[in-house]
């Protein structure tokens, strides 16, 4: 890529988050932004002014070299220093202030770019703090979607919906058993986390072609799998009973019988083949141990999303190297829920695996650990200090996780209770080699 393509990358990536930022802030008015939708989420103004801080911090102090726009407020910014719940109460600034400062900040980030020659050390001139900083304000993104969802009152959210099945998608594919190259030595936006590349041998396994769908969930539901202690582990069952678990959230069940689903303020029956989502990852083990079969671990997860076995190399994602389109998957936003399974068929693995990027986070049966040679870059507060916690990771992202922030190495990571985020699952199973 040269100097000016990677310019205008990032000027498109940079300007898609911002597009979004603000589309998900201005819909709603200035009490809402400020008010505590959840426990668990930050008020919208704070996540706002966040990416803003981030962005001063990492993007025009560190790499710019420049002067502190906001040195005040670095402290109520600072995600460790705070916790979520308690961010309602700090001096935050206001939602126009919040938008005057970031806009302050983007117009130093412009400055930056315009004086950068994007040459010295390896990382480095690849832009990797540009696409660092979009990665992070579309996470932020996902993260004020999510709020967005928690939210009562009216829709003010809108957009199309996502396409119905194309194809008939059902069963498993086998991924035979080999090495495959894990992670990324080469991906110049790769986070830390994802890299070095390694080897990684995976036995023969089975995993499903498609993410398990509402219909599928229902029939755990209604045969007792909420209320069968033995298909869930001792920590699993502790946390479904405090926190009354009995459907995945944002479902009701009415007197005849019918689920329905609330998705951003909208209540609609459930659509029988869409990946479910806002299940924990307690309740994703639960299904598999009800199903007879298990959560992929996160080397099978990635060797089904990027292994071709023709040509026995790693690619960036399911379909190949090509970056995605609306053809491929569901990211960016462009609907608001998962498509229905079978919708994506030009989104296929080479061996068959549908729904891999993009529609619904996938738990795996995976701790969040460091790869072997991991070095954390530029900072240990994005991956290092997460790493050995209570966190499972997820794979392929989401309908609301944008592109710049979602391919075949892509890690994320989440405690096993949360679901908030939009979360689903598919299964694997061991298979004896033939
Ligand atoms: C990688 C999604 C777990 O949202 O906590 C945002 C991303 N890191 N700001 C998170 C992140 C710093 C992170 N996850
Ligand atoms: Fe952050």
Redesign the pocket.
């Known amino acids: 890529m040269s100097a000016e393509q990677l310019r205008n990358r990032i000027e498109t990536v940079l300007g898609r988050s911002r597009a979004r930022s603000a589309a998900l802030t201005d819909c709603v008015d200035e009490t809402e932004l400020m008010a505590q939708h959840s426990p668990l989420m930050s008020p919208l103004v704070w996540d706002l002014a966040h990416i803003g801080s981030q962005e001063e911090l990492w993007l025009v102090r560190d790499v710019g070299g420049r002067d502190p726009v906001r040195p005040d407020i670095d402290e109520l910014y600072d ?1 460790f220093k705070h916790s979520r719940s308690s961010r309602t109460s700090l001096p935050l600034l206001t939602p126009d202030e919040a938008r005057g400062y970031v806009q302050t900040v983007r117009d130093r980030a412009w400055d930056v770019l315009d004086r950068s020659t994007f040459e010295g050390r390896p990382v480095e001139n690849h832009g990797f703090a540009f696409g660092m900083i979009a990665q ?1 304000e579309q ?2 993104d996902e ?1 004020m979607l999510a709020t967005h969802q928690l939210r009562s009152g009216p829709a003010v959210l809108a957009a199309p919906a996502p396409p119905v099945s194309a194809v008939q998608v059902s069963g498993e594919a086998i991924i035979s058993g080999g090495s495959f190259s894990m992670g990324t030595s080469l991906d110049p936006w790769a986070l830390d986390n994802e890299r070095p590349a390694h080897t990684v041998h995976v036995p023969t396994f089975a995993m499903d072609r498609a993410p398990i769908t509402n219909a599928q969930f229902v029939e755990f539901i209604e045969d007792g799998g909420y209320r069968r202690r033995d298909l869930w582990t001792e920590k699993g069952w502790q946390h479904r009973v405090e926190a009354d678990l009995s459907a995945p959230q944002f479902w009701e069940r009415d007197s005849d019988g019918t689920w329905w689903r609330r998705s951003f303020g909208v209540r609609r029956p459930v659509r029988p083949h869409q990946p479910v989502v806002h299940v924990c990852w307690f309740e994703a083990d639960a299904y598999a141990r009800w199903a007879g079969k298990r959560l992929p671990t996160e080397a099978e997860w990635e060797k089904a999303a990027r292994f071709d076995a023709t040509t026995g190399t790693s690619r960036a994602y399911p379909w190949g190297d090509a970056q995605p389109t609306a053809a491929h998957t569901n990211l960016n936003q462009r609907h608001l829920e998962p498509a229905d399974v079978g919708a994506y068929p030009d989104g296929a693995s080479a061996d068959g695996v549908h729904h891999l990027i993009g529609d619904v986070w996938e738990w795996t049966s995976s701790d969040f650990e460091a790869y072997p040679g991991f070095e954390a870059f530029p900072y240990a507060e ?1 991956s290092e200090v997460f790493l050995r916690g209570d966190y499972k990771v997820l794979r392929g992202g989401s309908f609301g996780t944008d592109e710049v922030a979602c391919r075949g190495t892509f890690r ?3 405690h096993p209770i949360r679901r908030q985020i939009f979360s689903g699952f598919r299964l694997a199973r061991d298979v004896e080699p033939s």
Do not use: F, G, I, L
Request: aromatic fraction near 22%.
């Open positions: 995600a992070h996470q932020h993260t994005y994320n990571w989440d």
